[in-house]
């Protein structure tokens, strides 16, 4: 079992991440914090970076849990897994060090549909010396885990674009996708094009995305095996009124 000193006061966040990029918080980063994994071959497993950049030595442990699909992405169950290896299940990384984790699926080979999980890089207390009490501020890195069949291809689509008010009062679009595919697929693996017409069919609106941009203005677009999923946006229209369209394209890589 880890070390938890009684004596000291502690402060656990946990951080969200987005987008796939290293999520860093204050002197730790974590990348990457997407990953995609294969229940066969050489993308069985994948090497995550943790890179101490404080000036004291920190003390980590990773986790493994299920994780279920909802109109946000993912979100984890609490349910351990033992689907997922992960080495080193515990490191201390010295100042400025860095540790490489190896993240490989060895649950069943034969999935019918893929699955994701959540992998939690949790930085553990440090032993506060005797006599003295301190704040320590402790932090769990949510690393996003997708595991699909091999040869398998996601059936992403819109079924239908809305509008929404944002908390701002700000007409904006909300997009229903739908995965019709046996393997999770991404929005951002793909182009969007959303337009928007008046009352008199007018287009008011019109609006282009690359891949990157979906994942940088909206972000992955995750969409589960057989989900059908609301999306909001926050891509503001200039109207509330009309009709609003919107078409996605698949990438052929």
Known sequence: MPFRPKAAIYAAFSVAVSAGLATALYAMTVSPVVIDLQTSGQRMSQVVTIENKYAKPVILEVLTQEAEYTDDGVRGTGKATDDLLVFPPQAQIA?????????????DPDLVKSRHY???????PVKIPEGE????L???FQ???????AGKRSKLSISKAETYVGGDGKPRVLLILNNESDTYG????GSLRIVQKDDTGKEVFKKT?????ISQEIGFGLVGAGQIRKMQTGIILPTSGGSVEAYFTPSTR
């Open 138 to 140: 402790l932090y769990n």
């Open 143 to 149: 690393i996003v885990t997708g595991v699909s069949m």
């Open 186 to 189: 991404y929005l951002s693996n």
């Open 133 to 136: 009490s301190a704040l320590q």
């Open 95 to 107: 100042p400025g060090g860095t540790q490489a984790v190896r993240i490989q699926y060895v649950g």
């Open 209 to 213: 995305m690359t891949g990157d941009q």
């Open 118 to 124: 959540f992998v939690t890089v949790a930085q553990l």
